[in-house]
């Protein structure tokens, strides 16, 4: 833990990726998590923004016209998924990698950490959705400390329930848990769909699967009212 906390993503950008190159993680959607536009203002040498969606879709025009409004332009486009097993050999390495939104949704997590520990060169700023350490309401308790996590796909009713709960405390509507409507887990033809939420963790077992991945948890904060925490690591 630094002297100073920090206390939001935007102040862990503006003091740690000036000078160096940045790369934005899935910034395209609604660019509402977009953080090229602060690492601009930090003084990165190098801007670079990393999406799932396809170089035709028209959320990366979106994402243009919402930098150029702003001021920022020039930056390097990937339409990459960052599980991709050569992600390191396209994109190379960043000083500075920032990713939010991404990781409770992917398939496996710790395999993704890996492919984030292969294209971080220093920093890496990874913020995700989290649980609290426990859960208690009318339909039961759930514990998420001790490395415990839940596997939206596997769960069952009783467990939905105290999730769903939960959720609706906090004004969120989640696939698969509280909302009218669900995606599918796989899309035609066997590949993952991403959009439904896979994986419900706490705030411990993330910094522990990051320490695991060979990252140096050096600061961290909750935001969003408490439904995020960041995490800003160091890699020797």
């Not at 906390?5 to 160096?20: C, F, L, N, P, Q």
């Not at 190098?46 to 001021?71: F, N, Q, V």
Request: charged share 20%; aromatic share 12%; net charge negative.
């Amino acid at each position: 833990m630094r002297d100073e906390t920090i206390r939001s993503v935007d102040e862990a950008i503006m003091r740690y990726a000036g000078g160096g190159s940045f790369i934005d993680i899935g910034p395209l959607w609604g660019t509402v998590n977009e953080k090229i536009t602060v690492a601009s203002r930090a003084g990165a040498k190098r801007l670079a923004a990393a999406d799932i969606h396809p170089s035709w879709h028209c959320a990366w025009s979106e994402m243009r016209t919402h930098c150029a409004s702003k001021g920022v332009s020039g930056y390097e486009e990937f339409a990459i998924n960052l599980d991709d097993r050569e992600v390191h050999e396209k994109l190379g390495q960043f000083d500075f990698v920032y990713c939010s939104g991404i990781i409770y949704h992917v398939p496996s997590p710790i395999y993704t950490l890996d492919r984030l520990r292969s294209i971080t060169g220093r920093y890496l700023l990874l913020r995700s959705m989290v649980m609290p350490e426990s859960i208690h309401n009318a339909y039961g308790s759930l514990s998420f400390t001790g490395g415990r996590m839940i596997y939206i796909p596997a769960m069952n009713d009783e467990t939905r329930r105290i999730i769903a709960a939960h959720f609706e405390s906090i004004g969120l509507e989640i696939m698969h848990i509280n909302a009218k409507t669900s995606e599918p887990f796989r899309y035609y033809g066997g590949l993952p769909n991403y959009g439904p939420w896979w994986w419900l963790f706490s705030p411990s077992t993330m910094r522990d699967m990051l320490k695991s991945s060979n990252f140096n948890v050096i600061d961290d904060f909750p935001d969003w009212e408490d439904r995020a925490h960041s995490f800003l690591c160091e890699v020797d």
